[in-house]
């Protein structure tokens, strides 16, 4: 259920409760004719009007007749007549004397703004600034705040604020666990430590994000939550997917198959696939016979501990995609539990129309999905369907995913209006599309401007007009013909922009950078953060090309940046292949990463708030089995990379 709904269930039960009561029925005689009917009086909007102006006519009682108009305004937001309801507070407010009243008005106001609009929030922290109190209404201005703070994506603080509301405890608990799961695990201790109203949720959160994928910790961590809870809303009602995952055993896959194309074309990118899954699997196998050898030592090796150790000899065996038809790939892995690829995008799709179901699939491409629920008709097979419900996953590099990221840090770090350049191809100009789609879900946000370069001259003139150096630089010269004198002066860029995004590759980048740098005013109050995609950079790259690249702020996998934690890994590689270009060390990274990922990708499809730590990144993957990457941040600084911390 949406936020929205949650606040208009709170409103109409706290409208039921304000505005009407119930009355007493007395018994009464039949005494009445057969002819007579009792008709019991409606009280909508038109009755509270009608009231309103009959009262005031015979009474003269401006109070009484403010309340009638304002339980009219109420049942007008009840009948869904926003409109009429904003109308009639805004005649009604300059004539509101009572602070209950004038409170009671902010309220509904505040309320019919958020129903009718997302660009309204603005106004109504305004409205909220303004009260002078509460008076009665707390529950209801509890969930004004708690959908302000959701706007802002500051999960924490709306969470705090639903807690004070009157929603059903269910719904309630299920909202603050939904909102907590958003906060990276860093900020979820650091509110443990201070926030005492959700112990709980955020107990349970860390929980959840450290020991999800080690199944026999995380029950022994589970059980100590509930005993310390015992009788909580969150504890009775555990989150479905947690109940999920605790039922699901991890993907025993004893062999696996892998599809790549490594003849034709592509062959050189399969190829860098297939030797990052041999790394990963050499590596799994080096890591259980000394995990045999010491149990043995020790006199320790146990039955389950044995069997344990067999699973991680897997049997794997790798076949050349290229040219085949789903048919013959499907014969190919017939004898298989689990099928590793393919690469192509139309070879995924055609193969998943004709795989058996009890096949699981890891397909190294991402496609167009479809989610179909079921029909009205076959609910009652619905529990056989979803026994039969195919385990396909998609894990690819996509750029997209970047350049959410890229929107999501930029507005957290509250940059509103950033500007774009982005090289004129199909994938800069789809993670431009990707970047403003993300920027513009937040209500309010200015849609970015877009700029598309052609070669190094246009891409020159996009920055000059862009940033407004060639208006400014007019300027200079028409002061200079008039003045009949030299003007010495300098270029100012417009001050309404406050961050510039680059989605071009390194040489690109490294053209662009300086070009920004010079275009930038020396009298600016501050100076303009320049962000760019992992495509901007490269491990190739000398010092002086660093140089050019200074105090860039870019995302790319931890594989590609210093200082991470598979150096010996990294040093095997390099050794291996000194020449490699920066697009097979990345999709050698994938491989490793699709072969250690598998065992675990039935729990992170149950729990999408945990991630599993790559060489290609946090991973995390969808309810519709669509892996997605966050990657980390690192900043140029004079001729090195820097790690930046994490979101």
């Known amino acids: 259920m949406s936020f929205r709904a949650l606040v208009m269930f709170s409103i109409t039960i706290l409208c039921f409760f304000s505005c009407s009561s119930s009355p007493t029925r007395q018994p009464q005689k039949i005494t009445v004719k057969p002819t007579e009917k009792i008709v019991e009086q409606i009280k909508d909007s038109a009755y509270y009007l009608t009231q309103a102006k009959q009262n005031y006519a015979r009474t003269n009682n401006l109070y009484q007749r ?47 703004y958020l129903i009718l609009s997302d660009e309204v929030y603005d106004n109504v922290e305004v409205i909220l600034a303004n009260l002078q109190g509460d008076y009665g209404y707390q529950k209801r201005i509890a969930a004004i705040k708690a959908q302000l703070f959701v706007n802002k994506k500051q999960w924490l603080k709306a969470a705090e604020a639903l807690q004070a509301t009157n929603i059903e405890d269910s719904k309630r608990t299920q909202t603050i666990w939904q909102w907590v799961n958003k906060l990276s695990l860093s900020d979820l201790e650091k509110a443990r430590l201070s926030d005492t109203t959700l112990q709980p949720w955020l107990q349970l959160a860390i929980i959840v994000k450290r020991f999800a994928l080690d199944p026999e910790m995380f029950n022994q ?41 490594l003849t034709g074309r592509l062959a050189n990118q399969g190829q860098a696939i297939k030797e990052g899954i041999l790394a990963a699997y050499l590596e799994s196998l080096d890591s259980a016979e000394l995990y045999s050898n010491n149990a043995s030592q020790d006199g320790e090796l146990s039955n389950d501990a044995l069997a344990d150790t067999a699973k991680q000899y897997r049997e794997i065996r790798f076949f050349d995609s290229a040219l085949k038809t789903a048919q013959q790939l499907n014969e190919m892995v017939a004898d298989f539990d689990v099928v590793l690829g393919p690469l192509v995008k139309k070879q995924i799709i055609e193969l998943q129309a004709v795989l058996p179901k009890d096949k699981i699939l890891l397909a190294l491409n991402r496609v167009e999905l479809t989610a179909k629920g079921p029909e009205i008709g076959n609910l009652d097979s619905l529990e056989e369907s979803n026994s039969s419900i195919t385990e396909h996953y998609f894990f690819s590099l996509a750029p997209e995913d970047e350049a959410q990221q890229l929107a999501q840090h930029i507005q957290k770090n509250q940059l509103v209006r950033p500007i774009i350049f982005a090289a004129d191809n199909p994938t800069t100009q789809r993670m431009a599309a990707a970047f403003i789609a993300t920027w513009q879900e937040t209500p309010n946000a200015t849609r970015p401007d877009l700029s598309i370069f052609t070669d190094n001259k246009n891409m020159r003139t996009q920055v000059s007009e862009k940033l407004d150096v060639a208006q400014s630089d007019k300027r200079i010269k028409q002061i200079e013909t008039l003045a009949d004198v030299e003007v010495f002066g300098v270029e100012r860029n417009r001050r309404d922009i406050d961050s510039i995004v680059l989605f071009a590759n390194p040489e690109q980048t490294a053209l662009l950078n300086p070009i920004i740098e010079a275009s930038l005013s020396p009298f600016a109050r501050k100076s303009l953060s320049v962000f760019a995609s992992s495509r901007s950079y490269s491990v190739d790259l000398n010092n002086n090309s660093l140089r050019d690249l200074r105090n860039l702020t870019f995302t790319d996998m931890p594989w590609m940046l210093p200082e991470h934690r598979w150096q010996p890994l990294a040093n095997q590689s390099q050794q291996l292949w000194p020449q490699r270009q920066d697009t097979l060390l990345r999709l050698f990274a994938m491989g490793f990463d699709a072969y250690n990922l598998l065992p675990n990708l039935r729990r992170l499809k149950s729990l999408p708030q945990i991630v599993s730590h790559g060489l290609t990144g946090e991973i995390n993957v969808d309810e519709q089995g669509v892996l997605h990457r966050s990657l980390p941040w690192a900043q140029v600084a004079q001729d090195r990379v820097k790690l930046l911390a994490m979101d």
Do not use: F, M
Not at 231 to 250: K, M, T, Y
């Open 66 to 112: 403010n309340e009638y108009l304002l339980h009219a305004a109420e049942a007008l937001q009840l009948e869904q007549q926003c409109e009429k309801s904003i109308r009639v507070l805004k005649v009604l407010q300059p004539k509101l004397q009572d602070n209950r009243h004038i409170t009671h008005g902010n309220v509904l106001l505040a309320e019919c």
């Open 221 to 261: 961590q589970l059980v100590n939550w509930q005993n310390r809870h015992l009788g909580h809303p969150l504890v009775s009602n555990l989150p479905l997917e947690i109940q999920q995952s605790l039922l699901e055993s991890p993907i025993q896959a004893k062999r696996i198959a892998v599809l790549l194309p």
